[in-house]
């Protein structure tokens, strides 16, 4: 069960500080409404697909292809704030 978002909202309204995914904050940080805190540590955390051995599926290797290539693009996307976005002025 994913809460990170609760906690984020949490500290988005009371303050504080956490560990969130990138992809979760990444926008709070290009508005500026949440900052990094210079030398923290930072981790990845890896997931894991689980499934009944005897019933490999032939679409298995496709979706953890697939898998990985969202998590690629994801790592390498910039804020939303940063892409273009027609009508936004900034």
Request: no cysteine; aromatic share 8%.
């Given at each position: 069960?994913?809460?990170?978002?609760?906690?984020?909202?949490?500290?988005?309204?009371?303050?504080?500080?956490?560990?969130?995914?990138q992809r979760?904050?990444?926008?709070?940080?290009?508005?500026?409404?949440?900052?990094?805190?210079?030398?923290?540590?930072?981790?990845?955390?890896?997931?894991?697909l689980v499934?009944?051995?005897?019933?490999?599926?032939?679409?298995?290797?496709?979706?953890?292809?697939?898998?990985?290539?969202?998590?690629?693009?994801?790592?390498?996307?910039?804020?939303?704030?940063?892409?273009k976005s027609?009508?936004?002025?900034?």
């Amino acid at each position: 069960m994913n809460i990170g978002w609760l906690g984020l909202q949490h500290i988005l309204h009371h303050g504080g500080s956490g560990y969130f995914p990138q992809r979760l904050v990444r926008d709070y940080l290009a508005d500026h409404r949440l900052m990094r805190i210079a030398g923290a540590p930072e981790f990845s955390q890896p997931a894991y697909l689980v499934y009944a051995s005897e019933d490999r599926a032939a679409y298995l290797d496709a979706a953890l292809e697939a898998i990985r290539d969202l998590a690629r693009h994801e790592t390498a996307l910039p804020p939303k704030a940063a892409r273009k976005s027609p009508g936004r002025r900034r």
